[in-house]
Nanobody
Framework: VQLQASGGGLVQAGGCLRL?????????????MGWYRQAPGKQRELVAV???????NYADSVKGRFTISRDNAKNTVYLQMNSLKPEDTAVYYC???????????WGQGTLVTVSS
């Protein structure tokens, strides 16, 4: 499985961005896709995940501001980020999990910078 993330950039506080993650390869085995982030000097943390059935889970810090969705026809997962805060600044990584293997895959990361 290969993951290609895109959509990061520089935005002012209160603004919005949409991240995309396109999956290719043996995607039929993927159970969960999602986004994690890592800020400078901090550990990587979960932002949001979505299962193949459409169930979602969010970090408390982004609930009500971020929305994860998936387009199965395009094998793509999106993260709509609204009301961005400076503390959302991080490298965002796309993640995919195959529970049967089990295997975990990571995209290359995309930088999101929120200025105050």
């Amino acid at each position: 499985v290969q993951l290609q993330a895109s959509g990061g950039g520089l935005v002012q506080a209160g603004g919005c961005l949409r991240l995309s993650c396109a999956a290719s390869g043996s995607i039929f085995s993927i159970n969960v896709m999602g986004w994690y982030r890592q800020a400078p000097g901090k550990q990587r943390e979960l932002v949001a995940v979505i299962t193949s059935g459409g169930s979602t889970n969010y970090a408390d810090s982004v609930k009500g501001r971020f929305t994860i969705s998936r387009d199965n026809a395009k094998n793509t997962v999106y993260l709509q980020m609204n009301s961005l805060k400076p503390e959302d600044t991080a490298v965002y990584y796309c993640n995919a999990q195959d529970w049967s293997a089990p295997m975990e895959y990571w995209g290359q990361g995309t930088l999101v910078t929120v200025s105050s």
